[in-house]
């Protein structure tokens, strides 16, 4: 009796915590349901756990969604592709829930099933499946079936297919929005499966009419499909049948539906060809980048170097700089933000004279911008722009706007900046370096924030890296001696920090002599921080200098300090001592 009651253990805690009030434990339950699934093995899993999933009524959401997750790996658990159908009941009556998100996971689990599905199975058991779905009393079920129309149809018998056309044909037509919607925001990957000639005459028909739709919400969805489609049909369908709707919802009353068609303008230019880009879609585009609303602007912005890649055309050019000049004194931070994240991918596509002339005024009013996020978009995309006008001419430009915001109140500029230096220092030279900058990074050092001391350490060792460990001691590793003695033990730490980076750089001789007798002298400061900072540091040069310096320095700096009357010191003096044994040893 025993060995019977053992492998029903498992279903019986599950069918127990399933039912239990606490939804803590349901869930739990259902988020073990693969280990049950093992215990019971394939063929107790299908005779016995999947019917009592599928007549499971529990009304929490949570639980259900955990469900719906669960049984879309599941396949493994039940036998293999070959019984994957009896996957399908409980995910059925999951995608006719009220709730979305379940529904969506029940939807998304059934697409991974059918996949892997063969064929004939496909044929007899996930086609019915959609259309139960598709011919559901419940706006939910047809929700639902909408999402699975480009997994079934390609298995499809002939007959079938013909079905499956008429029925999301219907659904296009639906009486409840929310279906229609589904409809729309799936047209693109159904309309992917179906043969030409019926793309054509059926998807076409159901496309037109939604984008003609009364409810802005179906229609903004149909915007989406309009690229997708366009890109299934030959350049002529897509400029006859597509591109009207499109002109059209570029005036849409919604702006909402203007936003969509501002965000997938891009998509739908690939698809028609610069030429009837440039003379068609250039004006349309113009009229969203001069958009009454802030958020139509804003998408239109985002995406004018990907327009202006795809035109590459000096009228076109002519007819949207002007519209970029005025967004970058748009009333709305948002819209500056969005252009400074791309307009210096334009430079490459003017050339040098336009990008000087119209370009960089622009780029220096965006850096003397009061928006922050704006400095910043401009700051990290500068390096498209010297590519194009050199950096003699960007260095004259740039470099007082750059020292201004090297002092910018707001960190993460300042932080954006240090991160830059070493690109900018690359391409300026050494020399040149010297002069305008280096006190500059020597400055930030002594920031009050410390990401931005940590973060000009590390730019150190990268300048160190660019310009070579000679230069780095002779011009660097001074100004850094200066600060060692400094009142405050924050700014003591950083200058510690910033030798522990430069020592692999430099090499053992220039650790040993220059930095090696300033880290020890630190070993005795009256902060138990900056001690324990000493011994970590210690523990870092072991690698680099030579085993006798560890035994003859390195190791009894670091027993004095395990024997530090801060814990926190005697700690990571201890673990830099068993690296130093560990180093002996090999």
């Known amino acids: 009796m025993a060995v019977v009651e053992e492998p029903l253990y498992p279903i019986a805690i599950l069918i127990d915590e399933l039912k239990n009030d606490d939804i803590q434990l349901r869930l739990n ?222 005036q849409d009353k919604s702006w909402r539906v203007r936003y969509m068609v501002a965000n997938q303008l891009h998509e739908l230019c690939e698809a028609v060809g610069p030429e009837v880009a440039r003379a068609e879609l250039v004006p349309a585009y113009v009229k969203l980048l001069r958009d009454n609303e802030a958020e139509v602007r804003i998408a239109a912005a985002g995406k004018v170097t990907k327009i202006c890649a795809i035109v590459k055309n000096a009228d076109a050019f002519n007819a949207i700089l002007p519209c970029v000049k005025d967004l970058s004194t748009d009333t709305s931070q948002h819209v500056r933000s969005a252009l400074a994240s791309v307009i210096m991918g334009m430079a490459p596509l003017l050339g040098k004279e336009l990008t000087i002339e119209t370009l960089l005024p622009i780029f220096l009013a965006l850096l003397k911008d009061e928006f922050p996020d704006v400095r910043l978009n401009i700051i990290s995309k500068l390096d498209q722009v010297n590519q194009v006008i050199g950096m003699d001419l960007l260095s004259q430009s740039l470099l007082p706007a750059i020292v201004e915001l090297s002092e910018d109140r707001h960190w993460r500029v300042r932080l954006a900046i240090i991160e830059y230096i070493p690109l900018l220092a690359g391409q300026l030279g050494m020399e040149f370096f010297d002069e305008k900058l280096k006190s500059l990074c020597m400055q930030w050092l002594e920031d009050q924030v410390y990401s931005i001391r940590e973060a000009a350490a590390t730019n150190l060792k990268r300048l160190a890296e660019e310009f070579g460990a000679e230069w780095a001691q002779s011009q660097i590793l001074p100004m850094i001696m200066d600060k060692v003695n400094n009142p405050h033990y924050l700014y003591r730490m950083t200058v510690l920090l910033s030798l522990s980076m430069l020592a692999p750089v430099l090499g053992a001789e220039a650790t040993c002599n220059t930095m090696l007798p300033v880290i020890l002298n630190a070993a005795k400061d009256r902060v138990p921080n900056i001690r324990f900072n000493v011994a970590k540091m210690l523990q870092s040069f072991i690698p680099i200098v030579e085993p006798s310096v560890v035994e003859q320095t390195i190791r009894p700096c670091l027993l004095e300090l395990n024997e530090d009357p801060d814990p926190d010191v005697r700690y990571f003096a201890n673990q830099a001592l068993q690296a130093c044994d560990q180093v002996m040893v090999g």
């Open 29 to 250: 339950s259902i988020r073990r349901l693969s280990t049950i699934a093992r215990a019971l093995g394939e063929d107790r899993t299908r005779k016995e756990l999947i019917p009592f999933l599928n007549e499971n009524n529990d009304d929490d959401d949570e639980v259900l969604l955990a469900m719906a997750e669960e049984l879309g790996s599941f396949i493994p658990y039940v036998g293999g592709v070959d019984y994957a159908p009896v996957l399908l009941p409980p995910l059925e009556t999951l995608c006719t829930v009220e709730e979305t998100v379940v529904r969506d996971k029940a939807v998304e689990s059934l697409c991974k099933i059918g996949q892997q599905m063969k064929p004939r199975d496909v044929v007899e058991f996930f086609v019915p499946l959609v259309q139960r779905l598709g011919a559901g009393e419940w706006f939910t079920a047809r929700v639902s079936a909408c999402g699975l129309f480009h997994i079934a149809y390609p298995s499809a018998t002939e007959q079938q297919r013909a079905d499956l056309r008429t029925l999301y044909g219907q659904l296009s037509h639906d009486d409840m929005p929310m279906v229609r919607r589904s409809s729309a925001l799936n047209m693109g990957k159904f309309a992917a499966t179906v043969e030409p000639q019926y793309l054509k005459l059926d998807i076409l028909e159901f496309f037109r009419d939604l984008t003609n739709d009364d409810q802005d919400s179906v229609r903004l969805l149909a915007v989406e499909g309009c690229a997708a489609v366009g890109k299934l049909l030959e350049k002529k369908d897509c400029i006859s049948s597509i591109l009207p709707v499109i002109l059209s919802f570029a």
